[in-house]
């Protein structure tokens, strides 16, 4: 047994609960061909594993539909469907692993981007902050661009782009990695953006706090307890940028909450389903 998997004598042994809005498995990455500007897009393993939609969608195809839309040509990094950004790794104290998995990253980032001359696209806010840290703590190539998934859509995607529909209302929660990054306003222009009313209810931190939603959900519950009091009662669709958020928010708000990469997705696109 290893360091993440060994129960120290008279622990209790935790069984995760499974949420009513778990998403199901998401479908395998889309295939990437085609011209434009090349970006390297790194799909986080919790979206590589959970579905965005109900027809078992992915945070990746819409990312590819967005970059696509806007003249880009993404790239998955060598080896992407073992790649971490660590964060489980550097939770659980696991140095070794968290050496290792970021050694792997930035290997297969550097070749993905050309050595940095292309920008990388980190798809979920957690990740993206803990690639972003590892990068500034000197431990990943300071050549790569690495740019989270609120600021490169709003720097150089939805500039490209044009919002074709808009909902009535939308909620919006800006996670806590959001905030630290300073990617809090670029997600917040991008919301407004597609509906005529956002509401941002006053919740610093969903309390899903990584797999804690799973083993302790009284967390996730008394961190999210005034979120559905504070969405208009018109309020039927809600968004952020991570994706264990996603599944608290879904659970104690009462409406589905998506990715700004599903938004903007949909509200970019005039010849989508309704």
């Known amino acids: 047994m290893n360091q993440l998997t060994r129960r120290q004598p008279g622990e209790r042994k935790v069984i995760p609960l499974i949420p009513a809005c778990l998403p199901r498995a998401a479908a395998p990455l889309p295939r990437l061909s085609g011209d434009g500007e090349p970006v390297a897009l790194f799909v986080s393993c919790v979206n590589r594993a959970l579905a965005e939609g109900e027809g078992g969608e992915s945070v990746a195809a819409h990312a590819v539909n967005l970059l696509r839309r806007a ?38 980032l550097l070749q993905a981007s050309g050595d940095g001359r292309h920008p990388v696209y980190l798809d979920n806010s957690p990740c ?10 000197g431990l990943l190539d300071p050549r790569l661009q690495l740019f989270d998934a609120a600021g490169f859509l709003a720097e150089k995607v939805l500039p490209r782009l044009s919002i074709a529909r808009r909902l009535p209302q939308l909620a919006l929660h800006i996670p806590c990695s959001a905030t630290a990054m300073g990617a809090a306003g670029s997600l917040k222009q991008l919301a407004a953006s597609c509906c005529d009313e956002l509401t941002v209810p006053d919740i610093a931190c969903c309390g899903f706090a990584g797999d804690k939603g799973f083993t302790v959900p009284e967390l996730n519950a008394h961190s999210l307890r005034r979120l559905k009091p504070a969405l208009p009662d018109a309020c039927r669709h809600g968004v952020s940028m991570s994706r264990t958020c996603q599944i608290g928010l879904t659970e104690h708000g009462g409406i589905p909450y998506a990715s700004i990469e599903a938004l903007l997705d949909f509200c970019t696109n005039p010849s989508g389903p309704p």
């Open 71 to 108: 003249g880009f040509a993404p790239v998955y990094p060598p080896g992407h469907d073992g790649l971490c950004c660590g964060q489980p790794f550097a939770s659980a104290n696991a140095a070794g692993a968290l050496a290792f998995s970021q050694a792997s990253l930035n290997e297969a």
């Open 128 to 137: 993206a902050a803990r690639v972003k840290q590892a990068q500034a703590e």
